[in-house]
């Protein structure tokens, strides 16, 4: 009790002190937090929400510090925070970090980050093996919230009726793509994808296709989608997976099809074969001749 009773004040002088004007001092506090986050002392946290809570808003205030190496020390933090937060605290964290993606005053790489550090600390599921307890409470709190923000668009906290936010991985009338969320999504799936129910893979997937068949996707959002995609399709029952193939069939024959789009569209088939060539392999009969073909014409001869 003892240790504990020292430890919670050591990080209540820590957490009073991420106020201060000094940024070096906000930079050894947090210095000091992650110190305390990594050792045993830190054990009781998972019991203690309230004091779980106060770190956890510390930090994600910490993350909008005008200072970079403040904020880069907030997020090592965020790794070993979570696996000692409560489920009951996880969910709003990752809610705030959420809306704070959608923000147009602060530079949103930094609440994208923080969702990849927090969805790669997370128990995750191992291959062949049962869901553990503390796993399947994980991917609750993802399913619940980080999905359905990627995918979008969902009700704004505002008190205006009927307004939403629109998902991470589509559009922004400003910024265009984000290749940050896409980041989040990729990590999302190469962590959990096992637990990913049909509904949210299919979501998934149709969000990161809107990007591959956008004409307007620049080059490295594009690769970024791509490579979710690879992802993604791993996780996809072969039901779902015959869907994909025919949407990718339609687009090839669409009378509308620009050279950029069928170049992204052979990126894809590229990029699908590559990840899950066994589960794929079937496919490519139906695919290959509109890859060939296109190869074959004059104004498209860097794909090859």
Do not use: W
Not at 123 to 133: F, K, L, T
Not at 229 to 257: K, M, R, T
């Amino acid at each position: 009790m003892a240790d504990r009773q020292a430890t919670q004040q050591s990080l209540n002088a820590l957490l009073s002190k991420l106020d201060d004007p000094d940024a070096d001092l906000r930079y050894m506090s947090l210095n000091d937090l992650l110190g305390i986050l990594t050792s045993p002392n830190s054990a009781y946290l998972p019991h203690d929400q309230h004091s779980s809570t106060r770190i956890a808003d510390g930090l994600l205030k910490a993350l909008d510090d005008q200072h970079g190496d403040v904020q880069n020390q907030a997020l090592k933090c965020l790794g070993p925070l979570v696996v000692r937060l409560p489920f009951e605290s996880l969910t709003p964290l990752l809610k705030k970090l959420t809306d704070l993606t959608a923000s147009q005053t602060i530079d949103t790489s930094v609440p994208n980050t923080a969702l990849r550090v927090i969805v790669n600390a997370l128990p995750r599921p191992q291959p062949g093996q049962p869901a553990a307890e503390d796993e399947n409470m994980a991917y609750s709190a993802i399913s619940k919230v980080l999905i359905p923000r990627l995918t979008g668009p969902t009700p704004s906290p505002s008190a205006r009726r009927g307004s939403v936010i629109q998902g991470m991985l589509e559009k922004d009338s400003s910024k265009g793509f984000s290749s940050d969320a896409i980041d989040v999504s990729i990590q999302t799936v190469t962590c959990f994808g096992s637990l990913l129910n049909q509904t949210e893979l299919t979501a998934l997937q149709k969000s990161v296709m809107s990007i591959i068949d956008n004409d307007t996707a620049g080059t490295v959002v594009t690769k970024r989608a791509l490579s979710a995609i690879s992802a993604i399709v791993l996780h996809l029952s072969d039901h779902q997976l015959n869907e994909f193939v025919g949407e990718l069939v339609e687009s090839f024959q669409s009378p509308q099809l620009s050279t950029v789009h069928r170049r992204h569209l052979i990126a894809t088939v590229g990029s699908i074969a590559r990840s899950a060539p066994a589960k794929f392999g079937p496919h490519l009969p139906t695919l290959a001749p509109f890859v060939f073909s296109a190869v074959g014409e004059e104004n498209l001869q860097q794909v090859a």
